[in-house]
Every structure is written in C-alpha cells, then in structure tokens.
C-alpha cells in the first residue's frame, strides 16, 4: 500500500502537463484530508466521481477515533474540486452541504453495445435473478429471504446469484454463479426479473442503482426496494416494481410469474429508459461537456 501511495504521489505532482485530474473518490484512502489536499493543491484542478456513499465508510466508522479524524474528509475533497459529479441526488446533496462549488449529477451507465436487445426466454424454471458482489450479497437476499422462499415453494422457481458468496437460505433453489465480465450479460439475459433488495440505511440511500440498470438493459423486469435510487429507476407498474416489505416482494415476483407478457411489455420499458437515460451513448456528450467547462 505504501509504494501504490508513493507512486499516485509522484504521479499527481507531474500532473501540470494535464488540464485536468479525475478522481474516483479520493486519491488516499484512510489519510487525512489535510494531507490529500496537500498534494492536490500542488497539482492541476481534479474532478471527484461518486457513485457510493463512500462518505459513510469514514463518518459512520465504529471507531470514534475514525470518526474524528476522517468524518469530514469526503466533504474536504468535495468542497475542493473543480467538480463533483454525483451519481444521485442523494451523494449530490451531500455535496452541496459540504460546500462544494460545482455540482452535477450524471447516473451510472451501461455502454448498450455491450448489451444486445434480447427476447424473453423460455425457462421451464421461473428465474429469479441477482448480480453484484460477495460483500453484501448474503444481507440483502436474506433481507427478503421469507418472500423467496414464499414464491419457491414449488418446484417452478429458483434463485440465481451472480457474483455471490457461497451460501444457502433455507427453503429457496439457489444457484450461485461466479461473476465473469464476459458472460454477465448473457447470464442476465436468462433471468426472469431481476431483483435489488436493499436495506433503508444511509449507505444504501446512497447506491446508484447499476443492477436494475444492468437488468433493465438486458430487457428484463425488476424488482427492487423503494429506497433511493431505485425509487427513480423504477417506474412501478411501467418496468417493473417498487416495494416496500416482504409481502410485496411476493406479489410483485408472483404477478410477473404468471404473465409472460408483462414480463416482456417491462422488459421492453426498462430497455427503453436505459436507452434514454442510463446509457453511454446518451451520456458520453454531457460528461465531456462537463470535464471541458471545469478544465478552463
């Protein structure tokens, strides 16, 4: 860790060549704030990216010291930049009560050539499916874990998790897959719907909502908590469904069981909003726009 921090020194100190720096972040995790402003000082103008509540990771820290010493470094590096591009406006809310003097929000977004318009499939098992990473993978499925094993009772449905950790829930078929960026998007493409159970926690209002994202790409339905983003990813009823407690888990994963065409008619509405809001194409022109203006 000591020589990746020498070496981002070395490297933001010959950054003069350059009109702009971009940071995803912060460029020294667990230093202080007077420290990475130090050397940022003495460096071209940066632009600080959030699509997480990174923030919460210091100021919510079990450790008091932690919170001391780190709490208000996030909001430092944000009220110091030549922009802050947030994912959400929760992370751009943040933002501006940290002082920070140019804000934009730019969602996270998918590159649509990466993910080819798909039809419906033809499961003889009704899939639901979920994909990110190991870490949080067991809390958020076993959040919901008495609506899965509702809807599992029979044999017609099962669980997939891409990227998750080794685990079982009492009750629910479930498949875990290793993530792979080669095969994630034809693994969606076989999901039925695909979920994003959350837990209503500062850390999570802070999420910008990639798997419906990804799902919504793939012309697949969703599901997913009403909590932050998702509340404006999800359109209830248009591609999919918000909901709030386990009982309309189950309805929401039992309407779309049983109506093939409302699977696809929200599949076909997910992907549409993708296209308009959430993908690369649409987005590319307005980042550089962005990054342009904060270079001068």
Request: hydrophobic residues 45%; contains cysteine.
């Amino acid at each position: 860790i000591l020589s990746a921090y020498q070496k981002r020194i070395f490297q933001l100190l010959k950054s003069q060549k350059y009109n702009l720096i971009w940071l995803e972040k912060e460029a020294f995790p667990w230093l202080p704030a007077w420290l990475e402003l130090l050397i940022l000082r003495l460096s071209t103008p940066y632009v600080v990216d959030y699509d997480d509540a990174i923030f919460h990771r210091y100021d919510s820290h079990s450790s008091a010291l932690i919170r001391f010493s780190l709490g208000k470094k996030i909001d430092k590096i944000m009220a110091n930049a030549a922009l802050v591009i947030a994912g959400n406006d929760y992370l751009a809310t943040r933002a501006k009560q940290a002082g920070a003097k140019n804000i934009s929000i730019l969602p996270t977004v998918i590159d649509l050539k990466l993910y080819p318009i798909s039809q419906q499939p033809n499961n003889s098992t009704f899939t639901i499916g979920w994909i990110g990473s190991p870490m949080r993978s067991y809390t958020y499925l076993r959040a919901i874990w008495p609506a899965l094993k509702q809807v599992c009772q029979d044999s017609s449905t099962k669980v997939v998790a891409i990227g998750a950790a080794n685990m079982q829930l009492e009750g629910v078929p479930l498949e875990i897959k290793p993530w792979s960026e080669s095969t994630e998007v034809a693994e969606m493409q076989k999901f039925d719907v695909g979920i994003m159970p959350l837990i209503d926690s500062a850390f999570e209002r802070g999420k910008c909502g990639f798997k419906l994202i990804q799902y919504m790409a793939s012309c697949r339905p969703v599901i997913g908590s009403s909590v932050g983003v998702n509340r404006k990813i999800i359109e209830d009823g248009v591609n999919g469904f918000q909901v709030d407690d386990i009982a309309s888990w189950i309805t929401a994963i039992e309407k779309l069981k049983a109506d093939k065409n409302l699977r696809a008619s929200m599949g076909k509405a997910g992907r549409s909003k993708v296209e308009q809001c959430y993908s690369l194409q649409k987005n590319a022109p307005i980042l550089a726009e962005l990054l342009k203006n904060a270079s001068q």
